[in-house]
């Protein structure tokens, strides 16, 4: 009897196992979800800026990207990659939005390159 409930058990765990396997969000989708992958772009500076001005970015970063509600970016370049700044534009950090539904993916990269190139 009690070998019986044993296997019933075992085999109750094995197909959980099983389920959770193909439920549970691969490791590569957690990775994507917390550090998009930059797509590759020519970093076109007109483009980046009528976008910056189009999306908003200048009224809470201000028109000369000087700060405002949100920090000063004329030296962002410095302190951080084009990768890390596509991550904080695509999904947004504090009172910064996501742009993640705004903008192409290569549109947000372009950015994150002009950026990235103010040093
Ligand atoms: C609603 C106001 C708002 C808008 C619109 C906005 N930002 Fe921000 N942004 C912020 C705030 C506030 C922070 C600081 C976030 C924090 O403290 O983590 C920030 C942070 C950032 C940072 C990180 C700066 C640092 O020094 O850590 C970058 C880069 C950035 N924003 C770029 C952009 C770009 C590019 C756009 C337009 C596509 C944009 N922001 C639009 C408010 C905004």
């Given at each position: 009897?009690?070998?019986?409930?044993?296997?019933?058990?075992?085999?109750?765990?094995?197909?959980?196992?099983?389920?959770?396997?193909f439920t549970l969000p691969g490791k590569e989708q957690v990775a994507e979800e917390e550090k998009p992958t930059?797509?590759?772009?020519?970093?076109?500076?007109?483009?980046?800026?009528?976008?910056?001005?189009?999306?908003?970015?200048?009224?809470?970063?201000?028109?000369?990207?000087?700060?405002?509600?949100?920090?000063?970016?004329?030296?962002?370049?410095?302190?951080?990659?084009?990768?890390?700044?596509?991550?904080?534009?695509?999904?947004?950090?504090?009172?910064?939005?996501?742009?993640?539904?705004?903008?192409?993916?290569?549109?947000?990269?372009?950015?994150?390159?002009?950026?990235?190139?103010?040093?």
């Open positions: 009897m009690q070998k019986w409930i044993m296997s019933g058990l075992i085999t109750i765990a094995c197909v959980m196992a099983v389920v959770l396997m930059m797509p590759e772009v020519t970093m076109d500076a007109a483009a980046a800026e009528a976008v910056v001005k189009a999306q908003g970015c200048i009224s809470c970063h201000g028109d000369q990207l000087q700060g405002g509600v949100g920090p000063n970016l004329q030296k962002i370049g410095s302190q951080m990659s084009a990768e890390e700044l596509y991550t904080i534009i695509t999904k947004g950090r504090g009172g910064m939005p996501s742009f993640k539904d705004k903008l192409q993916k290569e549109e947000i990269a372009n950015v994150a390159q002009w950026l990235a190139a103010k040093k």
